[in-house]
């Protein structure tokens, strides 16, 4: 996992050389240069994903789920990047590793996707944290909800770009995919209808397990 938080990079868990499972962190100073060890997460922590909430300022990092080198995990946790140091959260619903999870700036909820689980199995299914309240979100609430995926899928990647979540890749029922699915979350702000995956145009090539970002 990698996020930025002001003027440092936060590099976490993974797998070493040796296939070792990691759960040590390092943080990368942009301006001075440099690398330096911060205290490691609770878990070991292999294809976890992670978002920058925006509570308190955005000074939190969220890793959620993961592999420990024997099962999927459940387990979530956030890191202060001003005190330096990790926290526990309530776990997720469904144990999941190879998933994906992105923030929808603006409401704070961080949506976490797909995965497979401890049978490696691939999800469809969605979780929802408030980073703002400090809390998942249930069925009952419907404000910026999402339907489940349209197919089962791992190894994705998801970005938010203003109020649509945009669903890219993976790894499918047939395997790699270049398939790309969009999804308005403005349909289910205020308490509406969750909002509904649609088709869009297709990667040039099948993707999976694949780097993504969004530039302002």
Known sequence: ????????????????????????????????????????????????????GEGEGGRYIYAFGGRDGIQSLSSCERYDSVTGQWSALPPLTTARDDHSAVLHPGSGIIFILGGLDSSDKSLQSVER?????????????RQWSVEPLPTPLNGHATLCVGNTLFLLGGWGDKGRIEEVWAADLSAGGGGGEAAKWRRVAAMPTKNYRFGSAVMS
Request: with cysteine; charged share 30%.
């Open 1 to 52: 996992m990698m996020e930025a938080v002001g003027d440092s990079l936060y590099l976490c868990g993974g797998q070493d050389i040796k296939r070792t499972y990691l759960s040590s962190c390092d943080r990368y100073d942009i301006k001075a240069e440099r690398w330096s060890s911060i205290p490691p997460m609770s878990s070991k922590r292999w294809y976890a994903a992670s978002a920058v």
């Open 129 to 141: 944290y408030d980073s703002k309240e400090g809390r998942w979100l249930g069925a009952a609430d």
